[in-house]
């Protein structure tokens, strides 16, 4: 069986298409996860923290709660326009009074914490209600498809008594650094999708060329 170059190229095209598709598709699942950021912070501490949410259904997030994890306390927070805040026991929540947000779009909301008197990790459980009804629970542990941020809350230096702000320059800064690390944590699910699509791709290449050889 003879196969000319035309044909052998549109052969290939059929298989590398949908498995570019599906690695752009786990790519993206896979920088989309709730985040709280920074993502280390000293014991005592008056923190601000922000918590970005992006939508990664077709229908807009309308709603998002974070629970406050236990030995943190909840001072404040930031108005967000278009959104409603409200505090119940460790729960708070923000409720769109808009369209919410939309897909392919993210929201920071922002607010302060007291960091623990004592050293170790604050576990952000977030719950991302969609305008359809679904609801996707960030509360899994690191490693799951849905998995909460962490701050590690280190002892503070001797002296260092002053509040933390990530609001100013160097929080800013802070910030974007802490955000790039838990938007490159990246679940073990995902790798090994990834690798199941590029073996999948390498077999179809060989058969063809088999086929070609026949």
Same mark, same amino acid.
């Given at each position: ?13 059929t ?8 690695? &752009? !598709? ?11 950021v ?7 501490a +008056? ?18 709660? !974070? ?8 001072k ?11 505090? /119940?026991?460790?729960? =708070?929540? +923000?409720k769109t ?6 897909a ?9 914490v007291?960091?623990?008197? %004592? %050293?170790? /990790?604050?576990? +952000? ?7 359809d009804?679904s &609801? ?12 909460? %941020? ?7 230096a001797v ?10 320059m ?5 910030? =974007? ?16 999708? &990834? =690798?199941?699509?590029? !073996?999948? &791709? ?5 058969a063809?060329f ?5």
């Amino acid at each position: 069986m003879r196969v000319t170059v035309k044909s052998l190229y549109h052969k290939m095209m059929t298989l590398i298409a949908p498995t570019a598709a599906i690695l &752009l !598709l786990f790519a993206a699942v896979a920088s989309a996860h709730v985040s709280v950021v920074p993502a280390q912070s000293s014991t005592g501490a +008056w923190e601000t923290y922000t918590l970005k949410v992006p939508s990664e259904k077709a229908v807009a997030t309308v709603q998002v709660d !974070l629970r406050i994890p236990e030995g943190a306390a909840f001072k404040q927070y930031e108005s967000t326009p278009g959104w409603d805040v409200t505090i /119940e026991g460790n729960k =708070v929540s +923000w409720k769109t009074t808009g369209e919410g947000i939309q897909a392919g779009q993210f929201q920071r909301f922002y607010f302060t914490v007291q960091n623990p008197a %004592a %050293a170790g /990790e604050l576990a +952000w459980d977030a719950y991302q209600h969609y305008a359809d009804g679904s &609801l996707v629970e960030w509360s899994g542990e690191e490693g799951t498809e849905t998995p909460h %941020a962490i701050t590690a809350i280190v002892q503070a230096a001797v002296g260092d008594s002053h509040s933390h702000d990530s609001m100013n320059m160097d929080g800013d800064e802070s910030m =974007v650094t802490d955000e790039q690390k838990s938007s490159s944590s990246t679940s073990p699910i995902v790798y090994i999708a &990834l =690798v199941a699509a590029l !073996l999948a &791709l390498v077999l179809a290449i060989v058969a063809v060329f088999r086929r070609r050889n026949v």
